[in-house]
């Protein structure tokens, strides 16, 4: 929300209003929507709130008018009066809560990538890297969340408006939303001005931020723990009971349609939603974009698709095959070979699933499997960069000597690195060609830390030995998802093959039981009385469905909450999936 003539003028519209105000008291409230970066004051923004009430007010209340004076009934005059409330009470809400909506969910993300940008600043500090310079770039760099912008204000004061590095800090604390930001630049402050050694003071801080990022991840982790084990319960446990008691209940109560039909719409509307909800519970309760990759700003399509082209590829495969699906389908309909109809189009739309997400996800997977490989050697190999660099080698010696070594799919990058310098290709353009090679948020950052470390000069093999700590921390982290989220993956694959096992005894038992009984009636009274009889078909793609849909979402939940990647979840999804088509179409 920006200043606009339509602002001015509510303002001046409304200004009368907040007269009773105190300076100091306005003061805190322009304050607060400094720190929320919304550019208006606190009269102009609320006088923008009071008309767009005012005139929400009048549009509520004349639709529904309209609407009662065509169709007079009770309905339309309960929403005459319903209505109006509802719009104003939600733009009120809308307008006080959003300032503090935005201020804490800035205040989070700069708590989120705190830890690393303070590695980030000790490693320059350490190259010898002036407060106000380190500040400067730091204000450029955009893996940093919104830290960039923090720095760019105290840059701007310093630079353009020749404020000292003191004063800046101080008001960089007045403004900030974050308590852990404000407490690093006090100590900054503290430290600059009784002339203690900074760099001891920002080393200490970044060890004590990243060890309290540990705690803090381990925390979410708990977290995350408390969720999995109410998605077991609520979307993977409590399904098996509803389909028993639905079967058991339908057969023996006479309402095996009614049953039928709640079982299509689990598996359609229900169960997609619960997952889709539990999936932004989960996204919610990690912090996997400390890890994302930064595109580059204004990229095109032509950039776009050199990058992707083998994904863009295969999911064209994936289309066209499933085009020769479908026309061989309708092929055999059309001479009768297989019967048209409900069955068949699921049939359709449950191989096509298959088919477009099974070649994509084995991609992805194959990709996140090697990018993870150089990910969790990575430590190692700049731990050897940075010894070798304090043994007087320059970098490209250091990576001759680092090739030798055994670092798995991280050897070939190596290797073209080693090429690029020998062909006199700057330090910068090698580390920064990898991270684009490997997209990795988290190689991305240590790019930037070293190729900042190196153009500035200064100690270059302590700057390789600060981005190792960072990756081995992020490693340390995900190792422990991994193995926390481990046990409830189990659990919710175990529960699919027991929901597998008793679909496929109560077939063998109480279904064939009854359509046995079934075709006895109707042979002895068919011809008689009616009879209701139960479709043994529908049945079977009733729970076809149901399984199928739970397949797909406990597979990429489950392999989501344990990896953080939606692709990894997808792989276990699509074999789940295929051992239920197989199971129905073979055994049930």
Not at 63 to 86: E, Q, S
Not at 210 to 224: A, S, V
Not at 499 to 524: G, H, K, N, P, V
Not at 532 to 547: D, H, I, Q, R, W
Request: proline share 3%.
């Amino acid at each position: 929300m920006k200043k606009s003539n339509y602002s001015r003028f509510c303002k001046e519209l409304f200004k009368r209003f907040f007269h009773d105000l105190k300076e100091k008291e306005l003061q805190e409230k322009n304050l607060e929507l400094e720190k929320a970066k919304i550019p208006m004051e606190y009269i102009e923004y609320y006088s923008v709130a009071i008309m767009n009430l005012f005139i929400a007010a009048i549009i509520s209340i004349l639709i529904p008018v309209f609407i009662y004076y065509i169709f007079p009934n009770p309905l339309t005059l309960f929403l005459v009066l319903l209505i109006p409330l509802i719009v104003i009470l939600v733009i009120a809400f809308f307008y006080l809560y959003q300032p503090k909506y935005i201020i804490s969910r800035r205040a989070e993300n700069i708590d989120r990538f705190l830890p690393y940008a303070i590695n980030y600043i000790s490693s320059m500090a350490v190259a010898g890297v002036s407060p106000s310079e380190i500040f400067q770039t730091l204000s450029t760099i955009r893996v940093y969340g919104e830290i960039k912008n923090e720095a760019k204000r105290i840059a701007k004061e310093i630079n353009v408006m020749g404020i000292d590095n003191i004063t800046a800090l101080k008001n960089a604390i007045e403004l900030s939303p974050s308590h852990k930001f404000i407490s690093f630049i006090q100590g900054m402050i503290g430290t600059i001005q009784s002339g203690s050694d900074l760099n001891n003071y920002l080393s200490n801080i970044s060890e004590k931020y990243l060890g309290d990022d540990l705690i803090e991840r381990k925390k979410h982790l708990d977290l995350l723990g408390v969720v999995a084990e109410g998605f077991v319960i609520s979307v993977i446990a409590f399904p098996i009971f509803l389909v028993i008691i639905l079967s058991v209940m339908g057969f023996f109560g006479g309402s095996m349609d009614i049953s039928i039909f709640v079982l299509f719409l689990f598996s359609f509307l229900i169960l997609p939603f619960v997952y889709l909800a539990f999936y932004f519970i989960v996204k919610s309760a990690t912090v996997e974009n400390v890890s994302r990759y930064i595109e580059k700003n204004n990229e095109d399509i032509t950039s776009f698709y050199k990058k992707n082209k083998t994904a863009l590829l295969i999911l064209l495969f994936s289309l066209f095959t499933s085009i020769i699906i479908i026309a061989i389908f309708l092929l055999l309909s059309n001479i009768n070979i297989v019967e048209p109809g409900l069955y068949l189009n699921l049939d359709i739309l449950f191989l096509v699933i298959l088919i477009f997400l099974g070649p994509i996800s084995y991609y992805l997977f194959i990709q996140h499997k090697k990018k993870k490989e150089i990910q969790d050697r990575l430590p190692d190999f700049l731990t050897e960069l940075g010894d070798s660099l304090s043994s007087g080698m320059t970098v490209l010696e250091s990576i001759k000597t680092a090739e030798k070594g055994k670092y798995g799919e991280l050897n070939s990058e190596i290797k073209k690195m080693k090429s690029q310098l020998s062909w006199n290709i700057a330090v910068k353009d090698v580390f920064i060609n990898l991270s684009e090679r490997v997209r990795s948020g988290i190689l991305q950052r240590v790019v930037i830390i070293i190729n900042e470390g190196i153009l500035m000069g200064g100690n270059t093999s302590s700057i390789f030995k600060a981005a190792a700590k960072e990756v081995g921390q992020i490693n340390q982290i995900e190792h422990q998802r991994k193995a926390n989220m481990s046990i409830y993956f189990s659990v919710i694959v175990l529960c699919f093959f027991v929901f597998l096992a008793i679909i496929l005894i109560l077939d063998r038992t109480i279904f064939t039981s009854f359509f046995e009984l079934q075709t006895e009636q109707l042979d002895q009274l068919g011809s008689v009385i009616t009879i209701e009889t139960v479709e043994p078909l529908l049945l079977k793609y009733g729970l076809f469905s149901f399984v199928y849909v739970q397949a797909l979402g406990s597979g990429i939940l489950a392999g989501y909450m344990m990896d953080g990647k939606v692709s990894s979840g997808v792989r276990y999804a699509i074999v789940l999936a295929v051992i239920s088509f197989i199971v129905f179409k073979i055994l049930f």
